[in-house]
């Protein structure tokens, strides 16, 4: 019982930054027309690895399944534009939209595995 809830937490800590990414990349959509507006982003993969790393994917009560509610403001990198901006900012939308797109699919992508994993939990309770 152990390793699925430690499974379903990983799941739910790939979501949550999954997440605040998308968060990230929509404030920068949002702020394309801001003067000296500078374009931040996070890395997934480096987060991903900090939250598995340290252990912070626990379960805080037998009867839980959670993970840490893992906040990763602060820590979002800022984007370098491919072409410099004359106001000082760095988005460039179609970078932005990209982003926002391959997130989402890969947000999406992962839910499914969690549903998928979830259905087959369900499916043994069930006896089929």
């Not at 820590?75 to 000082?88: C, H, M, N, Q, T």
């Not at 926002?100 to 069930?126: D, H, P, R, V, W």
Request: net charge positive; hydrophobic share 35%; proline share 2%.
């Amino acid at each position: 019982m152990e390793t699925i809830k430690k499974q379903l937490a990983f799941f739910g800590s790939a979501l949550n930054i999954r997440n605040k990414r998308n968060e990230i990349i929509a404030s920068n959509i949002a702020n394309a027309a801001t003067p000296n507006y500078k374009a931040r982003d996070v890395n997934f993969y480096d987060e991903f690895k900090k939250v598995t790393r340290n252990g912070d994917i626990r379960i805080s009560h037998p009867e839980h399944i959670t993970s840490k509610n893992y906040n990763i403001s602060g820590k979002a990198l800022y984007r370098e534009p491919v072409i410099a901006s004359l106001d000082g900012n760095t988005v460039e939308l179609s970078v932005e939209q990209m982003q926002f797109s391959e997130n989402a699919l890969k947000y999406q992508t992962t839910l499914n595995f969690l549903n998928g994993k979830i259905g087959k939990l369900i499916s043994a309770i069930k006896g089929e």
